[in-house]
């Protein structure tokens, strides 16, 4: 679970930085088309440009909207402290149990076999 989670925070951060470069792209975009004088076939070719960039960044935005209501409505932030929460316990749990099985050479998989 916790790695599913991890992908998921990895996804979003992924598709944050690659809609920033969109971003980067269509201001690009806009400040050469401000600044330059383009004929019609020229302007027509940077119409397309900027419609392609668009349309990638509104694919990346929808993915990364999906995202975005996924961790909200898992509420992952709370799940995720939880389960360390859990982990550390647990971990305190073992290593007060040590002290009693401490030199033993068997442990739980082998009797569980």
Not at 59 to 88: D, M, R, Y
Request: glycine content about 2%.
């Amino acid at each position: 679970m916790i790695t599913m989670i991890n992908q998921i925070n990895e996804d979003k951060v992924r598709l944050t930085k690659l809609q920033s470069k969109y971003d980067l792209k269509v201001s690009n975009l806009y400040h050469e088309m401000e600044t330059k004088n383009f004929n019609a076939s020229e302007g027509f070719k940077k119409y397309k440009e900027l419609q392609v960039i668009l349309r990638e960044r509104r694919i990346v935005k929808n993915e990364l909207s999906s995202i975005q209501a996924l961790l909200s409505t898992l509420n992952v932030k709370a799940f995720e402290s939880q389960i360390h929460k859990s982990l550390a316990k647990v971990k305190k749990y073992d290593e007060s149990n040590e002290k009693y099985t401490d030199g033993w050479n068997i442990g739980i998989a082998d009797i569980m076999v």
